[in-house]
């Protein structure tokens, strides 16, 4: 009985990898690097379809393209996605494992266990720690050209914006649901300094996620508020703080912008589009 | 017990109690995340800190004092009907099923189709639970089983909203269990405070209608009826005016636990045990144990505030394993 199962699983990898060997179409990149990647991470799904041929990825997060734009949405829906169980990881087959701060736990022991190839991408504080993400992941791919155009491109891309160096700043407070607000050393921080605006929260000592009373919102007074497009429309108590008639009252000229989360819920080159947003909101 | 609370009229109790209530009221408003003087702020009420008091610190008195008298109040007349001291809108579920009303109603937008369906999800919620109650405590004549079925009331109330909150599409929704099994005061404003006092009124209306019969039917049923007291319109009162008031107080604020127990254990004494007499203190108690938590809350430093029946538990809880021990010792 064992033995037969110890053929059949053998069997069923042998098949699996043979079927996987033929339906990538190998790049002159990927004759180097991993060739069954697996991510688990949803931050990494987007760096991977703009690193890699579509070939060579063996399974995405089951979330995997909310982010993006219609082109890599369509290229991530043809591909495997997973919850990140163990059972189907190993199903996947995979030569390297991206994972993440938030990837399931059990699930990670047992790839190392396994010695199954696992590299661990950051949470980006700012648009440096973007470059860097993407040069590390880069390299493991084996996709190092292709790293450093994207983050050429990015960085061209932020020199349109006024940055830091504008004065007077206007002043802004990210609100989100249930009083939250990025304080400094966090990616919203980052995204709103590069529109040129002061993040009051920061300036108020907050430091990563901190909570801000709707009192304290309304004595700091400031020019901008800033919402994520998915806690704006979100119907649920902890949003309904967004919707107070105080703040209507107490700050008729508030200026209140919405940028779509999916461009929020990781720091990436797509993020540069949530700058340009807020530049533009605020100097219109 | 009773010589000694026979010294205390009834006024003196009330006039005791409202100078508390006054007293928790103020304490509201003047506790919060800004330190400003009142008067400053009812002065020049368009300036930043007039603004503060009677568009967030108001509302929130005012629902405070609401919530914890409907608590209170809905707490000593399920105590007195069901004659069980144990009885409780938290404990016995109907809080928890008029937040899976509530919730219904909610999330699947059908708040917004007008103005009232909000508070009449927590309403019909609450009366689907109150009703099952009623049905069964004349079968379930001890005080255990009562309570038995309450948990039990309770925990598929419960199982219920987070179902339906996990199958909700909105990614946040879940998050909000929290506020709807422990309740909270923080930011809310006139509007649902406009939204739920018209139930809250009618529910206490009808709670009060006749404090007396109450009295006579802690007599025992018989002499009761033969007082002149009409059972059936007795008992629909207590249903309809349970689920008025605390189905609006939950559909607004989240069900917070225990107000409705300790609060008329805690002035029985000081009413000579008179269930009718028990009612209007125990509104008034509630407000003040309310408010009062919700001072606490607002004091103690934590990140993010805490919910107000984690308090209202904490204290409540202790005080119901207290209550089951002394009922065993009564009995045995």
């Known amino acids: ?284 | 017990m009773s010589a000694t609370s026979r010294k205390i009229p009834l006024a003196a109790v009330y006039s005791w109690l409202a100078g508390l209530l006054i007293a928790a009221f103020w304490g509201a408003l003047s506790v919060g995340p800004s330190t400003f003087s009142i008067a400053q702020a009812i002065r020049d009420p368009a300036s930043d800190l007039g603004l503060i008091l009677w568009d967030i610190r108001l509302p929130r008195a005012i629902l405070g004092a609401l919530v914890g008298a409907t608590l209170g109040l809905a707490g000593a007349s399920m105590q007195g009907f069901l004659r069980n001291p144990l009885a409780e809108p938290g404990v016995l579920g109907v809080s928890g099923g008029a937040a899976f009303g509530a919730v219904l109603v909610y999330y699947t937008g059908w708040g917004a189709l007008f103005w009232f369906s909000l508070p009449l999800g927590g309403i019909l919620g609450a009366l689907l639970t109150v009703f099952f109650l009623y049905l069964f405590s004349g079968k379930l004549s001890s005080a255990h089983t009562l309570i038995l079925t309450g948990v039990a009331v309770n925990v598929l109330a419960l199982s219920g909203t987070s179902l339906f909150l996990n199958l909700c599409k909105d990614p946040y929704a879940v998050l909000d269990i929290v506020f709807w099994q422990m309740g909270s005061l923080s930011d809310r404003s006139f509007e649902h405070v406009l939204l739920a006092l018209p139930c809250i009124f009618a529910g206490w209306g009808l709670l009060l209608w006749d404090p007396r019969a109450l009295d006579a039917l802690g007599l025992g049923e018989e002499t009761a009826a033969s007082l002149g007291i009409g059972l059936r319109a007795l008992r629909l009162r207590t249903i309809l005016g349970t689920a008025f008031c605390v189905g609006a107080s939950v559909a607004i604020c989240g069900s917070i636990a225990f107000v409705g127990l300790v609060i008329p254990h805690l002035l029985r004494p000081f009413v000579n045990y008179e269930p009718g007499k028990l009612l209007g203190v125990s509104a008034i108690g509630g407000a003040i144990l309310l408010l009062l938590s919700d001072i606490a809350v607002r004091l103690i430093p934590t990140s993010q505030e805490l919910k107000l029946g984690v308090l209202t538990s904490l204290i409540g809880a202790p005080f119901f394993i207290l209550l089951v021990f002394k009922m065993r010792k009564d009995l045995s």
């Open chain 1, 1 to 284: 009985m064992k033995r037969r199962s110890v053929f059949l699983f053998l069997a069923l990898s042998l098949l699996l990898l043979f079927w996987g060997e033929g339906r990538t179409g190998l790049a002159n990149e990927a004759a180097r690097g991993p060739r069954r990647i697996v991510s688990l991470n949803y931050c990494a799904d987007e760096l991977l379809l703009q690193l890699v041929e579509p070939g060579r990825i063996a399974a995405l997060t089951w979330l995997a393209g909310d982010t993006l734009g219609e082109a890599m949405r369509e290229r991530a829906v043809a591909l495997p996605r997973i919850r990140g169980g163990i059972e189907e990881v190993m199903v996947s087959d995979p030569d390297l494992v991206l994972a993440g701060p938030f990837s399931p736990r059990g699930t990670l022991r047992f790839l190392q266990a396994r010695r199954i190839p696992l590299a661990m991408m950051g949470i980006p504080r700012d648009f440096e720690d973007i470059e860097n993400e993407i040069r590390k992941l880069a390299q493991r791919l084996g996709a190092e050209d292709r790293g450093e155009i994207m983050i050429a491109s990015m960085k061209e891309a932020l020199k349109n914006f006024p940055g830091s160096e504008e004065l007077p700043r206007k002043r802004a407070v990210f609100f989100q649901g249930q009083n939250y607000v990025p304080g400094a050393d966090t990616f919203e921080n980052a995204i709103m300094e590069a529109a040129g605006l002061e993040n009051l929260a920061a300036s108020r000592g907050i430091r990563g996620y901190g909570s801000l009373s709707l009192e304290a919102l309304i004595q700091m007074k400031p020019d901008v508020l800033i919402l994520a497009s998915d806690q704006e429309k979100s119907r649920t108590v902890r949003a309904e703080v967004l919707h107070h008639p105080a703040i209507r009252k107490a700050l008729p000229d508030l200026k209140t912008v919405v940028l779509p989360a999916p461009l929020l819920h990781c720091g990436s080159p797509a993020s540069v589009e949530a700058v340009c947003i807020l530049a533009q909101a605020v100097s219109s």
